[in-house]
């Protein structure tokens, strides 16, 4: 299974035009908020499964402000992240999704692509493909393949150049 993970595209959604057909085939695409009124354009550029959510500068979405989603053997929390205060650490995410009981938490607002395993709980953030703010400032976005033994594997990307990193 192929997941394709964004965020922040705040409208602009031509980077993940050029995503979409850099990474091929996927089976299910998450976005995790700051859509700005994109929802049906995004969901008519591919014919899959989708999960977006809500953030920050979605005002008058109705979007689903976070959600628990099944991906193969693993339980993942979406969330844009902002009610958890990510700007100031993962903390308070970490928390929620221990008490949750979830395997993932996924989450962007900060535009800074992160990934973290610890103790069992990966915590993703695919940063953003419109307006990156890590060095450099190259839009980026996750894939996440679950391969045939049900172990999930990640790759943070960039539109110029690619990292795999678990």
Do not use: C, W
């Not at 999960?51 to 339980?75: F, H, K, T």
């Not at 700007?87 to 993932?104: C, H, P, T």
Request: hydrophobic share 35%; charged share 25%.
């Amino acid at each position: 299974m192929k997941i394709l993970i964004v965020s922040d595209t705040h409208g602009r959604e031509s980077n993940l035009e050029k995503v979409l057909k850099r990474v091929g085939n996927i089976d299910r695409l998450i976005h995790l908020g700051d859509v700005e009124g994109g929802e049906d354009y995004i969901r008519s550029l591919a014919d899959i499964p989708m999960d977006m959510v809500a953030g920050n500068n979605d005002y008058y979405s109705d979007l689903p402000r976070e959600a628990v989603i099944q991906l193969g053997n693993y339980r993942a929390l979406i969330t844009h992240g902002h009610y958890y205060y990510v700007n100031m650490g993962i903390q308070r995410l970490r928390e929620e999704a221990i008490q949750r009981g979830v395997d993932i938490a996924m989450y962007g607002h900060t535009h800074y692509p992160f990934l973290s395993r610890k103790d069992g709980l990966t915590i993703l953030n695919p940063g953003s493909l419109s307006l990156p703010r890590q060095d450099g400032h190259e839009p980026s976005y996750i894939v996440m393949e679950i391969d045939r033994e049900g172990i999930a594997h990640y790759t943070v990307s960039y539109l110029k150049k690619r990292h795999k990193l678990f």
